[in-house]
């Protein structure tokens, strides 16, 4: 049932290429147009929506962190990012024009129904963004959008993430094309850059001995800190949850530029620092920003693991270890920096001799609060 893999979890992270073109299947026409006729919702409903809220739990919440800046970007709707768990206990502010997108592999997660419960009670519009079909939050929801990821049976989330993200673009994108933002027009390019991603993705999946080889030799390493900046910080958040819930080992991600406010303390000699670097093309001035944070924290002793684009020669010089990427638009990023992330984590836990597909205290579906 491995498919010769020696844990679930490596099947599903070679599975990704395939997982995302599932999503994206029948989805995107053939003018560029987004069509998810499936999502109940009406035009009109979308048309109406002056606020989003996206609430989700572990790796689904970080899904949602990427999408907030695709969505605002695309949509100029304000979109918040919660955690379901705190979500219905601070009161937030919601009424019918509330779109609520509540995000869950599982479907069966009790914090995230829970607040989509506490939502509909306030009469916002719920969509689900579900890999599960028939679970309990797309049933309870107005709308779903399945990402048909396949079933998920490792515990750490792989695919279900970058599925996840690639369903919140296309929530984007549509919500975009419905409402006539002026943007629409760039719609076209960026269904033909998402219809790539699949390919690229396979791409970093076959230049991945030496991520293999770097984990085994990071193995002994107590503590690691990941940076980010922009789509880059949820993607430090989602790779230090993956070490910390498959090596046991204390992992903490940060948004780059805090740094100076206190998390650059923890850095001494040697310590681990992995970072994600934003394209150059686009938006220059983040990739630069995060090279000056890698040389922060490298002059002060940290050993440097830098994800970064092929062709990026600016971080040549500060890293010890360089993991290369395919370039691609810095929103749809997060579909290629994750997976490097995820081979790390696993080969770290396998070297350690953990079970990598049932870690301790952990369950695949939280139906606890
Ligand atoms: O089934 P869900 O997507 O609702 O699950 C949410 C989290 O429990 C889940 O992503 C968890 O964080 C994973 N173990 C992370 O790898």
Known sequence: EKGGYPWFMLKEIEEQPQAVADTLRGRLGDQGEILLDEVRLT??????VDKIFIVACGTAYHAGLVAKYAIEHWTRIPCEVELASEFRYRDPVLDRSTLVVAISQSGETMDTLMALRHAKDQKARVLAICNTNGSTIPRESDAVLYTHGGPEIAVASTKAFLTQVAACFLVGLHLAQVRGVKFADEVGAIVDQLQAMPGLIKRVLSTMDGVRELGRSLASQSTFIFLGRHVGYPIALEGALKLKELAYVHAEGFAA???????????????PV????????????????????????????????????????????????LIRVPRTPTLLAPLVTTVPLQVLAASIADARGHDVDQPRNLAKSVTVE
């Open 274 to 321: 992995v970072a994600v670097v934003p394209s150059p093309a686009g938006r220059g001035f983040l990739h630069d920003k995060v090279v000056s944070n890698i040389q922060e924290v490298r002059a002060r002793g940290a050993m440097t693991i830098v994800i970064a684009e092929e062709g990026d020669e600016a971080v040549v010089p500060y890293a010890d270890h």
């Open 257 to 271: 530029g805090e740094l100076k406010h206190g998390p650059i303390a923890l850095i001494s000699e040697g310590t």
């Open 43 to 48: 035009d009109q409903d979308l048309r109406d």
